[in-house]
């Protein structure tokens, strides 16, 4: 169980909303055997970078994450939203959120940052645009995250369709997928990875 509170305050055309969440411990329900099984993998996967300290303390982060209790981070939120309740001009939203883990946690306390603008043409057909930023809380290894959204919908009858693209790119760094025994290889491999998705959603009003 954890704490959690939020409020918002509208002025006008001006819409604030702020939340909390507080931090949370989940254990895992791991057994003897399951736990010996990932510390045998990781000594396993050790001996074959051991000429590469940053793949070693990779590796032993890693399964340090998946041996341990779960931690969920405070969380911060805050949102401004510029609003035309008529939909005759354009919406304006900011959202910035902060994910604060303790010190002592292998993973990196991390920040959200959100802009998003919805504008509706002379035939009232809503135009949407967002960007997004996060950074990451597996640094160094795993990048700070871009992503760009573009979408629309349109209302028949009684249904309601809105469709949109989303598009994201992350650079990860990893230890050789393909290790040679013996050879030194001091550095990680640097892995980009990018992201297309379409989203559609359908509301129908009865």
Known sequence: EFIT?????????????FSYQDSMYIERQASEEDLLILESSLSDYISLYGSN???EIY???????????L???VRYNLSLAILDSRSTGFNL?????????????????????????EYFTPS??????GIGYKTSPFKPY????SSFSLGSGFKAYNLI????????HTKFYFPDFFPVEDENRPDLDVINETELNFIMTLTYNF
């Open 161 to 168: 369709i809105d469709y949109a693209f989303d598009y994201r």
């Open 53 to 55: 300290q940053l793949g």
């Open 5 to 17: 509170f939020g409020a918002n305050i509208k002025i006008n055309r001006l819409l604030i909303n």
């Open 59 to 69: 590796l032993t982060d890693y399964f340090n994450l998946k041996m341990n209790e």
């Open 71 to 73: 931690h969920k981070p």
């Open 142 to 145: 795993i990048s700070s995250v």
């Open 93 to 117: 939203v900011f959202n910035y959120e902060k994910n604060e883990y303790e010190k002592a946690s292998i993973l990196n306390s991390y920040e959200r940052y959100g802009i998003g603008i």
């Open 124 to 129: 009232n057909l809503p135009l949407r645009f």
